[in-house]
Nanobody, 118 residues
Framework: QVQLVESGGGLVQAGGSLRLSCVASGSIFSINAMAWYRQAPGKQRALVAAIDSGGRTNYADSVKGRFTVSRDNAKNTVSLEMNSLKPEDTAVYYC????????????WGQGTQVTVSS
C-alpha cells in the first residue's frame, strides 16, 4: 500500500558530508511525523532525527549541530543533511514515516548504508 525508498548512502571520509533522501509513494492521504533512524553492527536501532507536521525537529545528542532534517510535503520526502561525519556515524540509516492511508500506520524503508572511513 505504501513504499518508502531511501537514497544517498555511500562511503565518505571523516569530515565529509552526505545527504540522504526518502520518498514515500502509494495510497497516501497525509503524513504526520517523518524520521531517520540508524543501526550500527551490534547496536540497537536508534532515533537520529525527526520532524513533525508542523516542522518541529528533534535530534539525538550525538548529531546535534552536524545533521539537519527537513521535509517537502508536496513531494512526500524527508531528507537528512549530514555534515562533519565521524566513523561512529557508520550505520544503516532507515527512514520512518507515520502515514494515513485507509488507516494510520508507521512505515519503514529498507535502509541505506552509510560508511565513514577514518
Amino acid at each position: 500500500q505504501v513504499q518508502l525508498v531511501e537514497s544517498g548512502g555511500g562511503l565518505v571520509q571523516a569530515g565529509g558530508s552526505l545527504r540522504l533522501s526518502c520518498v514515500a509513494s502509494g495510497s497516501i492521504f497525509s503524513i504526520n511525523a517523518m524520521a531517520w533512524y540508524r543501526q550500527a553492527p551490534g547496536k540497537q536501532r536508534a532515533l537520529v532525527a525527526a520532524i513533525d507536521s508542523g516542522g518541529r525537529t528533534n535530534y539525538a545528542d550525538s548529531v546535534k549541530g552536524r545533521f539537519t532534517v527537513s521535509r517537502d510535503n508536496a513531494k512526500n520526502t524527508v531528507s537528512l543533511e549530514m555534515n562533519s561525519l565521524k566513523p561512529e556515524d557508520t550505520a544503516v540509516y532507515y527512514c520512518n514515516m507515520e502515514i494515513v492511508t485507509t488507516y494510520k500506520g508507521s512505515w519503514w524503508g529498507q535502509g541505506t548504508q552509510v560508511t565513514v572511513s577514518s
